[in-house]
């Protein structure tokens, strides 16, 4: 990134009071990068054991196969999903708070006494399958700021601030060269006043 200025003071201020700026802020934004690293990890690993967690359970019950042929799935249903937000590291992330289910009435004359167990065990399967898509949804939301964090980082670290750097060095160069240059313009016309001076002395006291 190409950074703008001009060879003055004025610009100079400007560079010198954004590149204090960047240098303040990329700490802020390293640790935030470190936090949501660590949050990442955490969210991935979280992933990883609920869905062996429901792969564990529903091989579990592949047993019940014959059972499961005999259960009215309809019977129930999710009501509602119940979610609050948290914010990770400057990140508002939602979480799930319960999972609602509603279940339809039924005869427990005409249905199997396991039928009750039945329910229960559907309703655990459908709230670990839930809470995996929404940890699925968490961690894609932490690795995309994460992801922006990292590059603004290098923004700050590996294209603004070395450019900033550079453009204040010119312009100071520029202006000690401007400087050392107009004192010896200063000290040639000082020679030369003097030497006019001596030469018009020495005429002066020849006549």
């Known amino acids: 990134m190409a950074i703008k200025f001009q060879y003055n003071k004025t610009s100079l201020q400007v560079l010198e009071k954004q590149l204090k700026i960047r240098k303040r802020t990329l700490p802020i934004i390293k640790s935030k990068e470190s936090a949501l690293r660590v949050e990442v990890k955490k969210c991935r690993d979280d992933l990883t054991r609920l869905e062996s967690e429901l792969e564990n359970s529903i ?8 059972l499961w042929n005999e259960f009215d799935a309809s019977l129930v249903r ?19 708070d319960k999972v609602d289910f509603e279940v339809a009435p039924f005869s427990l004359f005409s249905r199997p006494k396991w039928y009750y167990d039945g329910i229960g065990i559907l309703q655990d399967l459908a709230r670990a399958a839930i809470l995996c898509e929404f940890t699925t949804a968490k961690l894609a ?3 995309k700021a994460r992801k922006k964090t990292t590059q603004k980082v290098n923004l700050f670290e590996k294209v603004q601030i070395p450019g900033y750097e550079d453009a204040i060095r010119k ?14 313009s200063q000290k040639i016309l000082k020679s030369l006043l003097e030497q006019r001076a001596a030469k018009k002395e020495e005429e002066a006291a020849e006549s």
């Open 141 to 143: 939301l932490l690795e």
């Open 171 to 184: 312009i100071k160069r520029f202006m000690e060269d401007e400087e050392n240059l107009s004192k010896s």
């Open 59 to 66: 091989t579990r019950y592949d047993s019940m196969f014959a």
């Open 78 to 96: 999710v009501k509602d999903v119940s979610l609050n937000v948290r914010k990770i590291a400057g990140t508002r992330i939602p979480v799930l």
